[in-house]
Protein backbone atom coordinates (compact mmCIF):
# COMPACT_ATOMS: atom_id res chain seq x y z
CA UNK A 1 0.00 0.00 0.00
CA UNK A 2 2.95 2.77 0.68
CA UNK A 3 4.17 2.03 -2.68
CA UNK A 4 0.93 2.45 -4.33
CA UNK A 5 0.77 5.67 -2.35
CA UNK A 6 3.70 6.92 -3.04
CA UNK A 7 2.75 6.39 -6.95
CA UNK A 8 -0.52 8.23 -6.53
CA UNK A 9 0.96 11.19 -5.05
CA UNK A 10 3.63 11.54 -7.41
CA UNK A 11 0.91 11.43 -10.38
CA UNK A 12 -0.76 14.04 -8.99
CA UNK A 13 -1.19 15.94 -12.10
CA UNK A 14 -2.73 13.37 -13.95
CA UNK A 15 -4.63 11.95 -11.25
CA UNK A 16 -7.18 14.73 -10.36
CA UNK A 17 -8.86 12.49 -7.44
CA UNK A 18 -8.25 8.69 -6.33
CA UNK A 19 -9.49 6.43 -3.36
CA UNK A 20 -10.90 3.10 -2.80
CA UNK A 21 -14.41 1.90 -2.79
CA UNK A 22 -15.91 0.36 0.42
CA UNK A 23 -19.23 -0.77 1.27
CA UNK A 24 -19.02 1.35 4.65
CA UNK A 25 -16.49 3.35 5.69
CA UNK A 26 -14.65 0.53 7.73
CA UNK A 27 -15.02 -2.03 5.65
CA UNK A 28 -12.48 -3.83 3.14
CA UNK A 29 -12.16 -1.74 -0.04
CA UNK A 30 -13.92 -3.29 -2.62
CA UNK A 31 -12.14 -1.31 -5.56
CA UNK A 32 -11.11 1.70 -6.63
CA UNK A 33 -12.06 5.07 -8.70
CA UNK A 34 -9.73 7.37 -10.60
CA UNK A 35 -10.65 10.66 -11.96
CA UNK A 36 -7.72 11.11 -14.33
CA UNK A 37 -7.15 14.10 -16.71
CA UNK A 38 -5.07 12.23 -19.89
CA UNK A 39 -4.43 13.40 -23.36
CA UNK A 40 -5.29 10.11 -24.92
CA UNK A 41 -6.56 6.51 -23.52
CA UNK A 42 -3.32 5.27 -24.06
CA UNK A 43 -1.92 7.37 -21.59
CA UNK A 44 -4.31 6.45 -18.67
CA UNK A 45 -3.70 2.52 -19.67
CA UNK A 46 -0.02 3.01 -18.64
CA UNK A 47 -0.56 4.74 -15.84
CA UNK A 48 -2.77 1.59 -14.78
CA UNK A 49 -0.54 -0.75 -15.98
CA UNK A 50 2.58 1.12 -14.01
CA UNK A 51 0.82 1.11 -10.77
CA UNK A 52 2.44 -1.39 -7.87
CA UNK A 53 -1.38 -3.15 -7.92
CA UNK A 54 -1.80 -3.66 -11.58
CA UNK A 55 2.43 -4.84 -11.32
CA UNK A 56 1.96 -6.65 -8.44
CA UNK A 57 -1.56 -8.80 -9.40
CA UNK A 58 -4.01 -6.64 -7.03
CA UNK A 59 -6.04 -5.34 -9.38
CA UNK A 60 -8.06 -7.48 -11.15
CA UNK A 61 -9.05 -5.29 -13.65
CA UNK A 62 -10.56 -1.85 -15.06
CA UNK A 63 -13.41 -0.17 -17.17
CA UNK A 64 -12.93 3.00 -18.82
CA UNK A 65 -15.85 6.38 -18.66
CA UNK A 66 -14.30 9.10 -20.84
CA UNK A 67 -15.79 12.65 -21.10
CA UNK A 68 -14.65 14.20 -23.89
Not at 29 to 32: H, N, S, Y
Not at 63 to 67: A, G, I, K, R, W
Given at each position: M???LEGVAAHADPLRAAGSLRESPEAT????LWI???PDRA?????I???P???GGLRAGW?????R
Open positions: PVHPVGGVRAAVEALAADFTTDFVLD
